[in-house]
């Protein structure tokens, strides 16, 4: 029963974590580097069609469409191994890139909207029942986040019906962090406008913490970026295991989506993945038993967002354990993070973990027994959202670097006023979301009446 | 399908940087193209060009495996003396540059601003326009001029200026990015205080992004270089005497900088940085464009062969005074944003931690705690295994336009020279120039001087 997912992979950060990801794909589902189906892989019973279809030729395409605004990254790919394994007519690069500035990326995609869409509807057609897309960007950079919105706000238009989900990352804000490009409030802000407005789900990817797990987990000496882009890739073919191994439940996005997202605009997700290894390495000795691996997963370090879970509550967790694991243990684990009360949930509604068991591809090596992938709503995601207003309102009094976006004859400086009240609107919403009475938040009656009593 | 940069060499200073640049532009892409196609990282820089019976038709980058033939510099080359140019004909570069790309005269500009922006500027200004719709025709995507020249002097100063002119009408969303060198305090040139703030007012309207660069800095540089290798003997043989002056050591120095900025164009990396995206992260306000740069290790500016000191000490180095090409201490001013392009082998979890370093010991602006761009290439420069490029925007440079307005008035208050000028401009422009100059030391000075305003909590209303 096909349920297809297209994946669009847009700017420099975008189309190098969608490559780590095929390449991922590709080795759980034994597809060679050229997509041919291997020898050893024939006869198994995983579903490859969400994620690819098949040539003429029998062998495997990704079902992608490769963006960028300048030639380096797409031709690195095409120059990479693994570029026989993409439809050639799906690679779209333009000249001259969007130097960092939203509004080049996003007007830039406006120009090019005609042939960029003429790309897109032909893979949806190529599905029989497509569910939905699948945007993988940055949101500080300038393709990435410009022309990420939009489209965002074109395929909401095209394709009302459809999901749309995104793997955004976010930039390193620590005030004790690196960050790499200076621009990047103005450019965050933006892109969260539309994620917020026109997505469905966002994966939250946060730079912070992964150059911390990067550092202090990973026990790796010098991790390079791509060694990093394998963590990631990790963590979206975990959550996208129960629809590439169908079992007895969740087989579709939909269903995935549903559980986690209570209301429209708080879905903003989190990860946590564990156990952190790159590249297959052998770890130390250590329990991979069901409840330890869903303890792990509730810890701050293994989390990829660097809002803090010790503040706010859970909405919702989806847990997707991988491995040889007893269903009977997934209960009595749920009992003891109740019983420990490890994890604290909203007042308002239901308050459990859910969890999916899924198998692993059997083509794979893995050192554990047992892997688990978490997937959580969490309310305390806006501080992320907090951190950018107020980097944003830092350099928008003194008017800086705005030169630049004055430059694009389309943008309106009040875009950034439009933005940011969306944007104050959702951390509103996030906090309201912590207190018992978030069911009748947003109506007019209840608090104000309250103060002028 | 790259993006292509035409160099515009202007006066005797800027055609001589050229030359070297040219020269380490080939070594560095002779050692990445072992194979010798002419590739689409060449094509930034050069045309591959194919002479037969004396038409050359351009060989287009294709698909990046057609052979070397001829190789053609993408340069406009502008000099009002032909000394220079003849020199640089008769080198082993000679044949990388077309020869209907040269716009020169006879008799030079005479140290004169004026003379060069007034007399030769409108003269050959058809000429030149000619010249640079040829050159850009040549290109597919163009996304910048590079201006090399000095400002002490009259060709590179008062020509440059008005090259810069011409090219804002002509093509306004190419980025113009310069290379201006500054006179030093000891310059040989008496009027080139007239001729530099002439110019600096002309760079302030009409360049996108101005990397000033001093010559004391350069030989002090050198120096540093030198000292411990000197009692050694390192192979280094010194036929110059104390007094005369290293250029082509110090041209290397700023070659070094041209090919470090656009090396991320050129080579692929995991973070690319483009020649738009510098403007756009490090000039904050449109007037402060002037970008402060430093790099380390010196030793690979004079390419010699030394042991590789660590990542760290990389960056610490970076921020000296003896690192950084104007003769300015950043580190007693402010910084208003830092850009770092870092080549070779580097794990970028070095860059980050050294980058939270760095941000604890600057002076950063408070709306701009967080104002770092760094980029990464693969591909290192000649010699080194890794080096690093630092360009930022810091106050600093308002105390090299300080000094150069002081020599200016103490000139200008005895109308001394004054005559030669006023053959070609107004007086006028002489007021302008010096009143701009001082905006935009207040500018800085502003920058520098900001305080973060307190926080004043909004009064509650009573109930």
């Known amino acids: ?453 | 399908m790259p993006r292509e940069l035409i160099t515009v060499q202007v006066g005797q200073c800027g055609n001589q940087i050229g030359l070297r640049f040219w020269d380490l532009v080939l070594r560095e892409h002779a050692r990445h193209n072992k194979d010798s196609v002419f590739d689409e990282s060449m094509s930034s820089f050069f045309r591959n060009v194919e002479i037969k019976r004396g038409n050359p038709i351009n060989i287009p980058v294709g698909d990046g495996r057609n052979s070397l033939q001829n190789l053609k510099a993408r340069a406009v080359i502008v000099d009002m003396e032909e000394g220079v140019i003849n020199q640089m004909l008769k080198s082993e570069l000679g044949e990388l540059f077309d020869q209907k790309h040269f716009i020169k005269d006879v008799s030079g500009a005479g140290n004169n601003w004026a003379h060069g922006f007034n007399y030769y500027g409108p003269k050959y200004e058809e000429t030149l326009m000619e010249n640079f719709r040829k050159t850009v025709e040549d290109c597919d995507s163009l996304q910048g001029f590079f201006m090399m020249h000095s400002l002490g002097g009259g060709t590179g100063s008062g020509v440059g200026s008005y090259i810069l002119g011409l090219l804002k009408e002509a093509y306004p969303e190419v980025y113009r990015f310069t290379t201006s060198i500054f006179p030093s305090n000891d310059d040989d040139v008496i009027t080139s205080p007239y001729n530099s703030i002439l110019s600096l007012n002309e760079l302030r309207k009409q360049a996108d992004c101005v990397l000033p660069v001093d010559n004391q800095a350069l030989l002090n540089i050198i120096q540093t270089i030198q000292a411990p290798l000197a009692g050694k003997g390192a192979g280094i043989t010194e036929g110059k005497t104390k007094e005369e002056k290293p250029f082509d050591k110090m041209n290397n120095i700023i070659a070094h900088l041209l090919a470090n900025i656009t090396c991320s164009m050129r080579f692929e990396g995991p973070l690319n940085v483009d020649l738009n995206e510098i403007t756009m992260n490090l000039v904050p306000y449109p007037d402060q464009h002037f970008l402060l740069a430093s790099m380390a290790p010196l030793y690979s500016l004079l390419d010699l062969k030394l042991q590789a000191r660590g990542v760290d000490q990389m960056f610490k180095d970076i921020l000296t005074d003896q690192h950084q090409l104007l003769c300015v201490s950043p580190l007693r001013h402010r910084y208003t944003a830092l850009g770092l392009i870092i080549r070779g082998d580097v794990a970028f979890t070095d860059v980050a931690k050294n980058i939270k370093k760095i941000k604890s010991d600057i002076d950063m602006i408070y709306w701009n705690k967080e104002g770092f761009k760094y980029g990464l290439c693969n591909l290192p420069s000649l010699g080194q295994p890794y080096s690093a490029l630092c360009l930022s925007n810091n106050t600093g440079v308002r105390s090299v336009f300080s000094s150069l307005q002081g020599r200016f008035d103490k000139l200008y208050r005895r109308k001394a020279h004054l005559h030669h000028y006023t053959e070609y401009i107004e007086v006028s422009l002489f007021e302008e120039a010096s009143t701009s100059t001082s905006d935009l030391i207040a500018q800085y000075l502003e920058l520098e001087n900001v305080k973060e305003p307190s926080f004043i909590p909004r009064l509650l209303p009573l109930i």
């Open chain 1, 1 to 453: 029963m096909p349920r297809e997912i297209i994946t669009l992979q847009i700017g420099q950060c975008g189309n190098q974590i969608g490559m780590e990801f095929w390449k991922q794909l590709c080795k759980e589902h034994g597809i060679s580097a050229d997509g041919i189906l291997e020898e050893f892989a024939t006869h198994g019973d995983d579903r490859k069609d969400v994620f690819f279809y098949q040539a003429d030729d029998e062998h495997y395409i990704p079902r992608a469409v490769l963006i960028d605004l300048e030639p380096r990254v797409i031709n690195m790919i095409q120059n990479s191994p693994y570029s026989a394994l993409y439809n050639p007519e799906n690679y779209f690069h333009a000249k001259d890139g969007a130097g960092n500035c939203w509004a080049a990326g996003y007007y830039g995609g406006e120009r090019l909207q005609e042939e960029l869409l003429e790309m897109i509807e032909r893979e949806a057609d190529g599905s029989e029942s497509l569910e939905g897309f699948v945007m993988l960007h940055s949101i500080a950079g300038g393709t990435g986040s410009g022309l990420g919105s939009f489209l965002l706000e074109v395929l909401n238009d095209r394709f009302p019906k459809k999901l749309i989900q995104t793997y955004s990352v976010f930039p390193n804000q620590l005030e004790s962090g690196a960050s790499d490009t200076v621009v990047q409030p103005y450019n965050s802000l933006l892109t969260l406008k539309r994620l917020t407005m026109f997505s469905d789900c966002v994966v939250v990817l946060d730079n912070t913490a992964l150059d911390r797990i990067a550092v202090d987990r990973l026990k790796l000496v010098n991790p390079n970026m791509s060694q990093i882009n394998t963590l990631v890739s990790t963590v979206m073919s975990a959550s996208t295991t129960t629809l590439r191994y169908p079992g007895y439940m969740n087989n579709d996005l939909v269903g995935l989506l549903a559980s986690l997202i209570p209301t429209p605009r708080c879905h903003f997700l989190m990860t946590g993945y564990t156990p952190l290894t790159i590249e297959r390495q052998v770890s130390a000795v250590r329990k991979t038993t069901v409840l330890d691996v869903m303890r792990r997963l509730l810890q701050t370090k293994n989390i990829m967002v660097s809002a803090s879970t010790k503040k706010g509550c859970y909405m919702s967790i989806l847990n997707i354990i991988q491995g040889e694991v007893d269903a009977t243990q997934i209960h009595k684990s749920l009992q003891r993070i109740r019983e420990r009360k490890l994890a604290r949930f909203i007042p308002w509604g239901p308050a459990s973990i859910q969890v999916a068991l899924s198998k692993k591809s059997p083509y794979v090596e893995t050192a554990h027994k047992v892997s688990g992938l978490m997937l959580a709503n969490h309310t305390n995601i806006y501080a992320l959202f907090d951190r950018v207003l107020k980097q944003y309102d830092k350099l928008k009094k003194r008017n800086a670097f705005l030169e630049n976006y004055k430059k694009e004859k389309d943008f309106e400086i009040e875009e950034f006023d439009y933005s940011k009240e969306v944007v104050e609107q959702l951390v509103d919403e996030y906090k309201a979301a912590e207190k018992a009475d978030y069911g009748s938040w947003g109506n007019d009656d209840g608090k104000d009446e309250e103060m002028y009593k």
